[in-house]
């Protein structure tokens, strides 16, 4: 979903400017928190419907992330990572 600002974290990370992998592990975390919101890989799927990157299709007994709080939540933590305009 954010692979250059997770990219960005790992990298920080491992150059140990941990102060900067903090501040985009923060930024990060609500959206991580998100896609276990349900079952994996439902909102993982989902976000990438959200982000207009695929059509989210699943076989049973997964089913859809149907609209509503856990979908909003999602798109809001996606808003906020900076995936969504």
Known sequence: EVP??????????????????RKL?????????ANFVV????????AL????R?????RLPLTPLGEGEHREALARALRDAGALA
Do not use: D, W, Y
């Open 4 to 21: 250059a600002a997770m990219s960005q974290l790992v990298h920080a990370g491992l150059a140990g400017n941990f102060a900067e992998a």
């Open 25 to 33: 592990h923060e930024l990060l975390l609500p959206l991580m928190r």
């Open 39 to 46: 079952s994996n890989p439902i909102p993982v799927k989902s």
């Open 49 to 52: 419907e959200i982000m207009g």
């Open 54 to 58: 695929m059509e989210a299709h699943f």
